[in-house]
């Protein structure tokens, strides 16, 4: 893993968490994007050499509509960035982890992204990403 590339939160309204994080974090939004595979609309804020994103569903079979009825907004994931996420998930089947793919799919911010279940990660749901070249 080579840094922790987000930290996922999910929130009910986009329209009030942006002024919120703006002022919070003292920076503007740079990026808002619909994933429809993943039923989420997505505004990012970079913070140092990581960002954090926020995310509002768009549907309610979302598994961020599922997590908000069920616990509330609040953090939702954390992302490591790797550099061969096909290495990274056989690695981490290897070691007793539960992927939640197959294989990579697209995510949010021009990614492959891979879930790992969060009842084998200490109640934490966790992302691996890396950039589509
Ligand atoms: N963090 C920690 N625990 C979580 C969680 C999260 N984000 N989401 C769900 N859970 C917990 C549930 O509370 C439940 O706990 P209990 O068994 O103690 O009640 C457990 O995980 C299993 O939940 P489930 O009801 O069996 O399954 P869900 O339908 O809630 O699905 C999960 C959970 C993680 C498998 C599903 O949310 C998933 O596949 N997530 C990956 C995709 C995703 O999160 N997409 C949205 C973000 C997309 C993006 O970043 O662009």
């Known amino acids: 893993m080579l840094r922790v590339e987000h ?6 309204k986009l329209s009030v968490s942006i002024p ?10 740079y990026k808002q994007e619909e994933v429809d595979s993943e039923q989420v609309q997505t ?12 995310l509002e569903a768009t ?16 953090m939702h994931h954390i992302a490591f960035e790797v550099t061969d996420i096909y290495a990274e998930m ?25 879930f790992l279940h969060p009842k084998h990660s200490n109640g934490v749901l966790i992302e691996i ?3 589509i070249k």
Do not use: H, M, Y
């Open 20 to 29: 919120l994080f703006e002022k919070l974090l003292n920076t503007p939004c």
């Open 90 to 114: 056989k690695r981490l089947q290897e070691e007793g982890f539960v992927l939640l793919q197959e294989t990579p799919k697209k995510g949010a911010d021009n990614k492959l992204i891979c």
């Open 59 to 74: 549907g309610p079979d979302s598994a961020i509509a599922k997590f908000l009825d069920k616990k509330g907004e609040g």
């Open 129 to 131: 990403c890396q950039d």
């Open 43 to 54: 505004a990012f804020f970079r913070q140092g050499e990581t960002k954090i994103e926020l």
């Open 7 to 12: 930290i996922g939160i999910a929130v009910n």
